[in-house]
């Protein structure tokens, strides 16, 4: 019996030492709970729900009090980071967000814009090399919390297609010439970003998402018979889709998917007679399929360490 009674206590015991600290909202609800980690801008902990354990991690705007120790048991601090921290309730690591997210890419690219009916045959096999090509990128995004963040995004495509023996119809003269044509295509896409991001708290490893709108470069080094420049812009979409694999707290692996839409409606072509404008209507959507590094900072800052008493908001 009094085996029984010790057992007793001593769940009781280390339930109260998992139940002393107090969460109370802005709402005015009070929690008993065990308060794992305090973030810059959130607040983990663990809590009883009809003898079930359950753990939320809840923004710290939506938090008009909080107190470790609050009801008198003494707790004992544990040295740690202030970005990691051991869970003591399953052995997991709780995970602070990294803040700024840089990423640097290199991939595959294949432009969809459809090619013209009634071409001959050379034509379309010189429009066909031109669909792939290299890309590379960089992004920048600022977190303001574990999903949004805003930045910028810049991406470069270039795709170049020969083709020797070509022959050419010149109208001015009425005679076929036979000689090589060259396309130097070059793309860049710059702009801001809003960016998506699923973390879970006890990973470095997250799904990645982003949208941005912004400007999209067009210039075509070329060459028929003489050397051949035309240029172009447009309002480009760029909307991304990836994965990123965590190799250390501030680098991972990523992989991505994006697409790009835009149409050229304008060009100005320069050769040796001069410039003239030509409107066009050409598609500069593509695919990039790409791998690159992630860099991550989590801006740690003293003050966002809490103490071990309690903070007011």
Request: contains cysteine; negative net charge; proline residues 3%.
């Amino acid at each position: 019996m009094k085996r029984f009674v010790f057992l007793f206590a001593s769940l009781l015991g280390a339930f109260c030492v998992q139940a002393q600290d107090l969460v109370v909202t802005t709402d005015q609800d009070s929690i008993n709970c065990k308060i794992m980690h305090v973030y810059s801008a959130e607040i983990y902990f663990k809590y009883k729900d009809d003898g079930r354990e359950k753990s939320m991690l809840m923004p710290l705007s939506k938090v008009a009090y909080y107190e470790k120790n609050y009801y008198g048991v003494q707790e004992k601090e544990e040295s740690t980071s202030t970005t990691d921290k051991a869970d003591a309730g399953g052995g997991k690591t709780i995970v602070d967000y990294p803040k700024l997210r840089i990423g640097l890419q290199l991939g595959l690219s294949y432009q969809l814009g459809q090619i013209p009916d009634g071409l001959k045959a050379q034509d379309e096999e010189h429009l066909e090399g031109l669909r792939s090509g290299l890309s590379y990128g960089v992004e920048i995004s600022h977190f303001v919390n574990r999903v949004l963040g805003f930045g910028a995004k810049l991406s470069y495509f270039r795709a170049k297609q020969e083709t020797e023996g070509y022959i050419w119809f010149d109208p001015s003269t009425s005679i076929f010439y036979e000689t090589t044509m060259v396309d130097d295509v070059r793309i860049l896409f710059v702009g801001p970003s809003l960016s998506f991001r699923n973390l879970p708290i006890t990973s470095r490893s997250s799904f990645y998402s982003s949208v941005s709108i912004g400007g999209l470069l067009y210039k075509d080094n070329a060459y028929l018979m003489e050397p051949i420049t035309i240029t172009g812009s447009a309002t480009g979409v760029g909307l991304d889709l990836g994965y990123d694999i965590s190799l250390s707290k501030h680098f991972s692996l990523g992989i991505l998917f994006s697409t790009t839409l835009g149409v050229l409606t304008n060009v100005e072509v320069e050769d040796s007679s001069g410039i003239s404008e030509v409107p066009v209507n050409f598609s500069l959507c593509r695919f990039d399929l790409s791998v690159g590094i992630r860099l991550m900072d989590y801006l740690d800052k003293k003050n966002d360490e809490v103490e071990p008493s309690y903070r007011r908001y």
